[in-house]
């Protein structure tokens, strides 16, 4: 079997501003989800008498579990993150289909959808920058 060759890492000057770009980016896309979150469930949502606190509480609690470690910037949270947004997705991709809720669902997905690809490629160019910090080469193994 035919070794696998080591691709070149990018590097650091070329890595530390998409990072910390891709890291704003996703800061601002989970504040964004966040409020849309609450303000479709406290003036557009017809709840049937349930409480709105309580059921923007449920749907805010994933995002509040990954919020803390995405603010220090972790790489290893933005990844979770990224399986937190399948949720808000799916949950979109529902809502779509109701006429009455298209819009929400159009921006919960646009919005997860959006912040999934920003987190992913924050966690990429974050490790291939650790990689760099480790001492690794960007020199391609010879076999």
């Known amino acids: 079997m035919a070794r696998k060759k080591n691709k070149p890492l990018p590097s650091p000057e070329w ?3 998409r990072m910390r770009l891709m890291h704003l980016c996703s800061l601002f896309l ?3 989800l966040a409020i849309l979150l609450v303000v479709w469930n406290q003036f ?3 709840l049937h008498g349930a ?3 309580v059921i923007s509480g ?3 609690f994933p995002l509040l579990l990954v919020a803390p470690g995405m603010l220090l910037g972790s790489a290893r949270v933005h990844a979770w993150a990224c399986f ?3 949720l808000y997705f799916i949950k979109g991709v529902l809502a779509w289909i109701d006429p009455a809720r ?3 669902g159009m921006l919960e997905t646009l919005i997860s959808v959006t912040l999934f690809t920003s987190a992913l490629l924050y966690v990429r160019w974050r490790y291939q920058y650790e990689r760099h910090l480790a001492g690794e080469t960007a020199e391609p193994a010879t076999t």
Do not use: S
């Open 84 to 86: 937190v947004m399948n």
């Open 51 to 53: 409480r709105t606190w």
């Open 58 to 60: 449920i749907e805010l």
């Open 102 to 104: 298209a819009w929400l």
């Open 44 to 46: 557009f949502a017809d």
């Open 30 to 32: 989970l504040t964004a």
């Open 15 to 17: 890595l530390q501003p």
